[in-house]
């Protein structure tokens, strides 16, 4: 089902993708949707999840080998190119779907209800990363936890992506160099 709704999510567009759809090309009963999901909100917002993380598993983000290894990581360098690596790596399965959202919202109170819950999740992790760099007081002096969380929010942000893969062209790997690039120059 997850497969089939990020197919139609991203052929079709919010909007004029139904639970109909979705459960027509996975090939079950609408019903089954609807339990599994609740709506097309919550379809969605599973959809992007997956493709945030990779998988299906039940394993919280913070809990998740990239996150472990980062905060084991004692290089603060080395840690945000790692985050821009780890962006670049995620941006081809989610960023289109989050961005597919984003558009959506505008018209539609559900997708923006779904859109909200993305920017409060990412920045619920860029406030504990933000936090964590300033607990092992890896931050330039005068820059405090608010602010690196602000800039860790805006660098990791898929209008970043959007602006320099999607619309100049960069490769998604020259991007993820950019990204921690950015960050070690803006926060360390």
Same mark, same amino acid.
């Given at each position: ?20 759809? $979705? ?8 019903? +089954? $949707? =609807? ?8 379809? %969605?917002?599973? /959809? !992007?999840? $997956?493709? /945030? $993380?990779?998988?299906?598993?039940? %394993? ?6 990239? @996150?472990?290894?980062? /905060?084991?990581?004692?290089?603060? #360098? ?11 790596? !995620?941006?081809?399965?989610?960023? &289109?779907?989050?961005? @597919? !959202?984003?558009?959506?919202? #505008? ?12 920017? +409060? ?6 406030? &504990? ?11 330039? #002096?005068? %820059? ?6 602000? @800039? ?12 320099? @893969? ?8 020259? =991007?993820?160099?950019? /990204?921690?690039?950015?960050? !070690?120059?803006?926060?360390?």
């Amino acid at each position: 089902m997850l497969d089939a709704g990020r197919r139609l999510f991203l052929e079709h567009g919010y909007a004029a993708t139904t639970v109909g759809m $979705v459960a027509a090309e996975a090939g079950v009963a609408i019903q +089954t $949707v =609807y339990k599994a999901f609740g709506n097309k909100p919550g379809l %969605v917002k599973a /959809i !992007v999840d $997956v493709a /945030i $993380v990779g998988d299906d598993e039940p %394993v919280p983000m913070m809990e998740r080998d990239f @996150v472990r290894k980062n /905060i084991a990581e004692t290089d603060p #360098a080395k840690k945000l190119r790692d985050f821009g690596a780890h962006l670049a790596a !995620v941006a081809p399965r989610a960023n &289109a779907l989050a961005l @597919v !959202v984003r558009d959506a919202a #505008a018209a539609d109170p559900a997708a923006a209800e779904v859109w909200h819950q993305l920017l +409060t999740e990412r920045l619920a992790g860029m406030t &504990a990363f933000a936090h964590h760099l300033r607990d092992g007081k890896y931050l330039r #002096a005068g %820059v405090t936890a608010e602010e690196a969380r602000d @800039v860790l929010w805006t660098y990791s942000s898929v209008e970043q992506w959007d602006l320099l @893969v999607n619309q100049r062209g960069w490769a998604t790997k020259r =991007y993820g160099r950019w /990204i921690g690039n950015q960050l !070690v120059g803006a926060l360390l």
